[in-house]
């Protein structure tokens, strides 16, 4: 298969998987929140919620293929087309500045401290104390 061919391939997947991610997000958000007791297809928020975390990891992998596939073109804008060799250092500083920035963004929620919360469920928790 040409690159053309695959790229058009891994780019439509990985949009099919953006969409369905945008849907259940919007599912576990708006249809089903906290404390609702809904379900749709028979699935309640929790269901729903694994679902869209594998395909948020399946999405990750595409992007991740995507990526790969574009290397070359990545490599080549961040260096860019000047001649000038300090301009071409201070881009690449910038981009490696900025990719850690954003993956220690990413990171952050993994290296915080957890805690147990007493409002994780408070809507039910509340309501059932009400009705004891």
Known sequence: MKKPAVNFFVDSI????????????FLIFLVIPPGSGYAVWGMGRHDWGNIHFWIAI???????????????????????????????????????TLFIIVLLLLMAPFLSPVE?????HGRQDVHAEAIR
């Open 116 to 120: 147990k919360s007493n409002t994780a």
């Open 14 to 25: 990985a949009f099919f998987l953006f969409l369905c991610l945008l849907s259940t997000g």
């Open 58 to 96: 399946s999405f990750l992998i595409m992007m991740a293929i995507h990526v790969i596939l574009h290397w070359k073109w990545i490599k080549i804008k961040i260096q860019g087309s000047s001649a000038d060799p300090h301009h071409t250092k201070k881009r690449s500083a910038f981009a490696i």
